[in-house]
């Protein structure tokens, strides 16, 4: 829903920058969450973003533009306890308490 | 741990059971919600509850039916479920319902309870 966009799969290896994007429809932006889910497991948050910019919590960043409808997750120094499923979500308005949900990028960390 | 635990962690019933999936959270929000995750799906929201009143039915099937009987519990009713149903179960809380404000809106998830119709 809402044309949330992220590529499905990504891989790097250990000790290496990846950066995760997504895209969105601007129109009612109230904010977007980025979330790790590892197979099997519930999503864990990491980050929110509501404003343009960077939001930087140690190996990983948050990024927003929103005329752009433009996001993305940077996480640096990769271990392979990162891999794992990426998922983006927006929220919107119009719509208390809706977040909209991405498919989700796979990435898979290699040593 | 994330203060939102669910029960049970593993279904699997018949297309003719009713059964029922619990949810509670320790965090003391006021927002509760349940997310059903298909294989190759993005999450899709199913109930918002606010305050124990229910603020969003996204067009789910009767077979599901929520209960918010105080606002640390929640549970997901099912009844003549289908082999289509079999999915991830995710029950979610956050302090506020209204997203773009403090990001006390952040909702925190369960571990979820994997279900498979049969």
Same mark, same amino acid.
């Given at each position: ?111 | ?63 599901? *039916? ?5 606002? @640390?519990?929640?549970? %997901?009713?099912?009844? =003549?479920?289908?082999? !289509?149903? *079999? ?5 979610? @809380?956050?302090?506020? %319902?209204?997203?773009? =404000?403090?990001?006390? !809106? ?11 119709? %049969?």
């Amino acid at each position: 829903g809402q044309n949330i966009d992220q590529p499905t799969e990504m891989t790097a290896t250990e000790g290496a920058i990846v950066q995760i994007n997504c895209t969105y429809q601007t129109s009612g932006f109230n904010g977007l969450f980025w979330y790790q889910q590892h197979a099997g497991e519930a999503p864990t948050f990491l980050s929110y973003n509501v404003l343009d910019g960077l939001e930087e919590k140690g190996r990983f960043s948050s990024f927003l533009s929103r005329s752009k409808g433009y996001s993305y997750l940077l996480l640096k120094e990769l271990q392979m306890k990162d891999s794992a499923s990426y998922l983006c979500a927006v929220g919107w308005g119009s719509t208390l308490g809706r977040l909209y949900f991405g498919r989700g990028t796979q990435l898979t960390v290699w040593p | 741990e994330t203060g939102v635990t669910q029960t049970p962690r593993h279904l699997v019933m018949g297309m003719t059971n009713k059964k029922s999936l619990k949810c509670e959270q320790h965090l003391g929000h006021n927002a509760m919600y349940w997310y059903k995750q298909s294989a190759k799906k993005p999450l899709e929201l199913m109930f918002v509850y606010s305050l124990e009143e229910r603020v969003e039915n996204n067009s789910v099937p009767s077979r599901f *039916s929520p209960e918010c009987p105080n606002s @640390s519990h929640l549970f %997901l009713h099912l009844h =003549t479920l289908q082999p !289509e149903d *079999s999915a991830l179960y995710l029950c979610a @809380s956050s302090q506020d %319902l209204i997203i773009g =404000t403090s990001g006390e !809106e952040t909702q925190y998830f369960g571990p979820g309870t994997r279900l498979l119709v %049969l």
